[in-house]
Structure formats: C-alpha cells, structure tokens
Antibody
C-alpha cells in the first residue's frame, strides 16, 4: 500500500546538524511533490518545506529558510531534509507527506503521511 | 503569511451530536482550504480539500463549506472515532499555513 517512512531523527545539540530521510513505497514517487511538516510537542502543525516531483522547485517556511535543505532521489524513492544550525525551537516530530496532485498540477494538500520521526534539540 | 484562526479551541459533544468547526483566514484564500483530522499519537489525515471536496474514503458525515475567509467543517453525527483534533490548511498563498486546531472531545 501507499507508505511513507521517516527516519534519521534523534537528539542533537543546538547548532548541530541532522539529516532526515523519507522512504516511499506503493506509488510512483517521481510523479509527486512531497512536503515536510512538523509538530512541536503539544502544539499544532507547521509546514516546513516542499519539493516538486522532479526537484525543480523547492520552498521553505521562513523559520527554516537558509538552515534546512530539501532534496530527493527519485531513483531511490527517497526524500531528504538536511537540517543545519539547529535550534531548540526545531524540536518536533517531523512528518513527510505526499502532495495530493501529480506532476506539479499544484493541489498542495497532503493526502498521505508518514508516522513521523522525532527531532530533539537540546544540550 | 495567511493566518488561520480556528474556533472553538475545544468542542465538547456527545456521540450522535452534530459538530460545527470554524476556520477563519486573515485574507481571502478563495476555496483553497483543506481539513485534516489527527488522533493522539497518529499522523494527520486529509478529510476535505478545496473547501468542500471529501478526500478518498472519507465518510459522508463529514462536509465542508465556505469560501473567501470563512470556512466550516461539519460532522453530521459524531462517531466515537471522530473525537480528535481538527486542523485547517490553506494553499492559496505561500507559505502554506495551518490553523491552530480544534479539539473535539467527548462530553
């Protein structure tokens, strides 16, 4: 079935780096844009980043711009989020989520979500 | 950025009752609004997109309405599995933004 599985979370010190991965299966990964969305403990959802189906277009929330980089490897059906200069406020569960539309037709809603991976930024 | 304000923060209802949740945008988002449900310890699930279209597999008791700045999610008769947190999300303007959520709890 359609599935997204995040990995790479953990505990990191402020200023440190982490790379998250999201492995996709059950659908044609290369046809769909993918989002990262995070949720701080006990808080609501915050959209983080989006990458177009072919990697040609990327966008970021202001809170992570210049520190996080989204990328994808369609040959490996995998999405990445490189997180640098981490701050305490980046502590959250990070979800990858498939966009509801294919080939950049631009629905920008998330119709399939992974279970999330937890990132804790603490000294 | 478009700010989405959801109300009420908490809704206390009994199974079988009707639930009405509100999402108000700080500027017009046309009909480009979605609703998600999130149960404790789980990922969100898409319920409604473009204000009024049910996502695949979503029961007919869920309906969405509205356009511009005011939107409503209605659950016609609450089932036990519907008690959860609901979020709205707009895609009219970047960055994409979510509302703060409405918790529907058992009365």
């Amino acid at each position: 079935q359609v599935q997204l599985v995040e990995s790479g979370g953990g505990v990191v010190q402020p200023g440190g780096s982490l790379r998250l991965s999201c492995a996709a299966s059950g659908f044609t990964f290369s046809k769909y844009g993918i989002h990262w969305v995070r949720q701080a403990p006990g808080k609501g959802l915050e959209w983080v980043s989006f990458i177009q189906y072919d990697g040609s277009n990327k966008d970021y929330a202001d809170s992570v711009k210049g520190r996080f980089t989204i990328s994808r490897d369609n040959s490996k059906n995998t999405l990445y989020l490189q997180m640098n200069s981490l701050r305490a406020e980046d502590t959250a569960v990070y979800y990858c989520a498939k966009d509801a539309s294919s080939y950049g037709t631009g629905l920008y809603y998330m119709d399939v979500w992974g279970k999330g991976t937890t990132v804790t930024v603490s000294s | 950025e478009v700010v989405l304000t959801q109300s009420p923060a908490t809704l206390s209802l009994s199974p079988g009752e009707r639930a009405t949740l509100s999402c108000r945008a700080s500027q017009s988002v046309s009909s480009y609004l979605a609703w998600y449900l999130q149960k404790p310890g789980q990922a969100p699930r898409l319920l409604i997109y473009d204000a009024s279209n049910r996502a695949t597999g979503i029961p007919a008791r869920f309906s969405g309405s509205g356009s511009g700045t005011d939107f409503t999610l209605t659950i016609s008769s609450l089932e036990p599995e519907d008690f959860a947190v609901y979020y709205c999300q707009q895609r009219s303007n970047w960055p994409l933004t979510f509302g703060g959520g409405t918790k529907v709890e058992i009365k």
